[in-house]
């Protein structure tokens, strides 16, 4: 059967059933339902920080799936991996695409109802308000499905789109995204841009849109690489694209792209995790809204540690296969959460000085979101901030090892980004690249500390330690004789 939401969260809940919780009450849409699984977060109750399935949000007859992107392993085990290897895993099924399967609207679940016309009303959507200054109701987790207008290529990625009436959503799209090359290109033309808003599938579907790939288009044979099996897709409604067959709902419509047809847009909580980009936006006439007979609506949690590890994982994946493909000594990398995506570690064994900064400007190249990265030797692990910021204190001189790029295209969304005038609000950065990797051979630095491996590899602690007795007393007997 072919893979889709519904599938992997039979396989989620089969691998720990504790991965997912349900709430059966009424729950307000605004804040409730964030509210509650903000709490469950550090709640030792929750261990995993499991998905919440919430039946019933008011003023919605479909339930509220929220989380389910809210760890690595979870994540992880969609692509039939866990944490330590996902990495390499990912990158490797994003670098093996698969052609997608067109399908007939019969044939596809996302076909059973379709609504047009009148009966077009995005409100009775359960989409909800998560944060507190945030605008009102955001779709947060909709795959944007767009036709590069050169090309003819389908384009996929995620932005935020907020509820501005029963037959209208905002379309704030990033400056440095294929999307926003798509739509400037139409806007070059005068021509209307088609989009297919897309929510609820196998976590394929999401982590494939945001994935950093080469050129423009190519999203949804990625999303069949890292199903391992070729995306069921179907022809839409209203417009001339193709979406994945088996979604939950399907939002079509068209995005005049006149520079004076916008509606002003936000506040709404980013991923830096700060309210940003608040102004006029084009946005979405909805010409149909299709889904399944009971479909799920797929929420992702903004500015919370859904919206960081969601995003998370695709870039580690298309950064670590396509770095290599310039350096191919690098071994892994890792954007760590509170790096918001813009601070990336690498490692790699290096042969040449000189090679980190290569491997540095080939990651900038593929993420314009990069903004600090770090380089480290092989044999330090870039999941542990500890041990990269040893290798950084230890390994790295400034007046050497530091370079400063300014005035180059990054994170619109973070707040100190700048314009072309410094003191206007844009969307560049100043770029750093960290070498603190030790001198390349011949070159000599002092080995690390360790201890012996062979003696490692032979000793077993759970052999020879044990519990320590509350029957004993420390102050009426000598430690010799405890036991």
């Not at 990797?437 to 500390?449: D, E, G, L, N």
Request: charged share 25%; net charge negative; aromatic share 6%.
């Amino acid at each position: 059967m072919a893979q889709d939401l519904r599938t992997y969260l039979d396989e989620l809940v089969k691998h720990d059933p504790g991965q997912l919780k349900i709430v059966e009450d009424v729950i307000d849409p605004e804040f409730e339902s964030a509210a509650i699984v903000h709490k469950m977060e550090k709640d030792p109750q929750y261990p995993g920080f499991p998905a919440v399935l919430f039946k019933n949000i008011k003023g919605s007859k479909i339930p509220l799936l929220l989380n389910l992107h809210g760890t690595f392993e979870r994540v992880a085990l969609s692509i039939g991996s866990d944490v330590k290897g996902m990495v390499p895993e990912y990158a490797k099924r994003e670098g093996s695409p698969i052609p997608t399967t067109l399908v007939k609207s019969d044939k596809a679940p996302v076909h059973e109802v379709v609504l047009t016309g009148d009966d077009i009303d995005a409100t009775k959507l359960p989409s909800i308000v998560h944060q507190e200054l945030d605008a009102g109701r955001y779709i947060t987790s909709a795959a944007a499905i767009s036709r590069d207008p050169d090309s003819g290529r389908l384009n996929a990625g995620i932005f935020r789109h907020q509820i501005q009436g029963p037959k209208q959503v905002g379309f704030m799209t990033n400056p440095a995204h294929h999307t926003s090359y798509i739509l400037r290109n139409y806007r070059d033309q005068g021509r209307k841009m088609e989009v297919a808003l897309v929510i609820g599938h196998h976590p394929a579907m999401l982590m494939g849109a945001v994935s950093k790939l080469p050129g423009i288009g190519g999203e949804l044979e990625v999303m069949g690489g890292l199903l391992g099996e070729s995306l069921e897709v179907v022809q839409c409604k209203t417009v001339d694209l193709q979406v994945p067959a088996r979604a939950e709902i399907v939002i079509e419509g068209i995005v005049d792209t006149d520079p004076e047809k916008v509606q002003n847009e936000g506040p709404f909580g980013e991923y830096p995790l700060y309210y940003t980009r608040l102004g006029p936006m084009p946005f979405l006439q909805i010409t149909a809204i299709t889904m399944r007979r009971q479909p799920i609506y797929v929420d992702v949690f903004n500015a919370h540690r859904e919206h960081l590890v969601l995003g998370a994982l695709p870039r580690m994946g298309g950064i670590y296969r396509r770095v290599r493909e310039s350096i191919p000594t690098v071994t892994a990398v890792n954007l760590p959460l509170m790096g918001i995506r813009s601070t990336l570690f690498i490692a790699m064994k290096k042969r040449v000085d000189g090679e980190p900064k290569i491997a540095a400007s080939a990651a900038f190249a593929v993420d314009p979101i990069l903004k600090h990265i770090f380089i480290v030797d092989d044999d330090i692990d870039v999941f542990d901030n500890d041990q990269v910021m040893w290798a950084f204190t230890t390994r790295f001189q400034g007046d050497r090892d530091l370079i400063v790029m300014p005035n180059f295209l990054g994170g619109h969304l973070n707040p100190v980004s700048y314009g072309f005038h410094r003191e206007e609000k844009g969307p560049m950065e100043t770029k750093m690249i960290l070498d603190c990797t030790r001198p390349a051979p011949p070159a000599t630095f002092p080995p690390a500390c360790r201890i012996p491996p062979d003696v490692l590899e032979r000793v077993q602690p759970s052999k020879v330690v044990v519990d320590y007795s509350s029957k004993t007393s420390l102050v009426n007997d000598p430690i010799v004789n405890l036991g």
